[in-house]
């Protein structure tokens, strides 16, 4: 057996020597042999139409699979495991792991194509050629756009408003078709139909995005923006973010951190946690006698944002059996005494 020729064979737009006109290429039965086959190794028309290979990526999976074929100790391997053993077949070809490894089921579906002679005819609509001297292999059309081109293939899935088809390319193409009559194995003709190959892109770009801006949004979160200080019997410390959220609160105080875990006040609103601790401090009197100096430093808090506090000692104060609560607040160096 020779050596691999990665350029031996192309896919090629030249009409066969042999041309057959006006027949209805029906080749049903072929065709659903070929689909279960392929679900043999886990392959489904779903993963064949998702991602299409470039033309020259195609010949070159067409030349490893005719290279598959003939080396019967490869193809048997592959037919036994089902599946590709992607060094040793990288190694003997001297093919791109990463070809293999990312055309795997398109590869596969070539060597199940050109293996079993059940699929001759539908072997016989491909249109492999050798390739000759300075040959491209393909004609295009420069005044076609990708939304006008139309491809034609034979059927190997129909539904109600579209059909997946194998093109004499080598291509699986899902394109729009609402023919009501069509059949499995009929040629069939239409415009691409956009599957998730289409938008990949921009979902990938999107969940960049995505990925970008909750990294931000985490990292401004866990971000220590403001430090609130409470001087009382023993120092409790806030450390506040960006949104008013209290990312940490602690004190040296082994009791007075045991209360501050029991209360779980991490997350909290800083308002909301602050008044927590207030109250419970009070609750089991534990509150001062003295004057309670809060400080605030990095940023400044806003007028409103101890307003439930503020509230909080008004309605305690305002009970004459009540231990009056008196605080004052420093704000970056603006003081507001709280004393009602």
């Known amino acids: 057996m020779d050596g691999f020729s990665k350029d031996k064979y192309i896919f090629s737009s030249r009409p066969k020597i042999k041309v057959v006109k006006d027949i209805d290429f029906s080749y049903g039965k072929q065709v659903s042999l070929f689909v279960k086959e392929l679900r043999l190794y886990g392959i489904t028309n779903k993963n064949l139409i998702n991602r299409t290979p470039k033309y020259e990526t195609r010949n070159y999976l067409l030349n490893i699979a005719l290279f598959v074929v003939e080396n019967n100790s490869l193809f048997e391997e592959i037919v036994s495991k089902r599946d590709i053993q992607i060094s040793k077949l990288s190694r003997v070809t001297g093919a791109s792991k990463s070809i293999i ?20 005819n539908l072997r ?17 059309n420069v005044n076609l756009t990708p939304n006008d081109m ?47 190959k289409h938008y990949s892109k921009i979902v990938a770009f999107l969940a960049v995005i995505i990925i970008v801006a909750s990294s931000v949004a985490i990292y401004l979160y866990n971000e220590n923006y403001t430090t609130l200080v409470i001087n009382s019997n023993a120092k409790i410390v806030f450390e506040i973010n960006r949104f008013g959220r209290i990312n940490e609160a ?12 029991d209360l779980k006040l991490q997350h909290d609103n800083v308002d909301d946690g602050v008044t927590k601790l207030f109250k419970y401090l009070n609750e089991q009197k534990k509150l001062s006698d003295k004057d309670i100096l809060l400080v605030i430093s990095g940023h400044k ?21 009540n231990k009056k609560i008196k605080i004052t607040i420093n704000n970056m160096g603006n003081e507001k005494k709280i004393d009602y």
Do not use: C, H
């Open 101 to 120: 490894e990312n055309w795997r089921d398109y590869l596969i579906s070539y060597i199940v194509l050109l293996s079993n002679p059940n699929y001759i």
């Open 124 to 140: 016989e609509y491909i249109n492999i050629q050798e390739r000759a001297d300075n040959e491209v292999g393909i004609s295009t």
């Open 150 to 196: 139309e491809y034609t293939g034979i059927s190997i899935k129909n539904e109600k408003r579209y059909s997946d088809i194998l093109t004499s390319m080598g291509e699986f193409i899902r394109i729009k078709n609402n023919d009501s009559d069509k059949k499995i194995g009929q040629e069939l003709d239409g415009k691409e139909r956009k599957t998730f």
């Open 250 to 261: 602690y004190s040296q105080n082994a009791n007075n951190q045991n209360m501050i875990d």
């Open 301 to 321: 808090l806003d007028d409103g944002d101890l307003q439930n506090l503020e509230q909080y000692i008004r309605d305690n104060n305002e009970q004459k059996d």
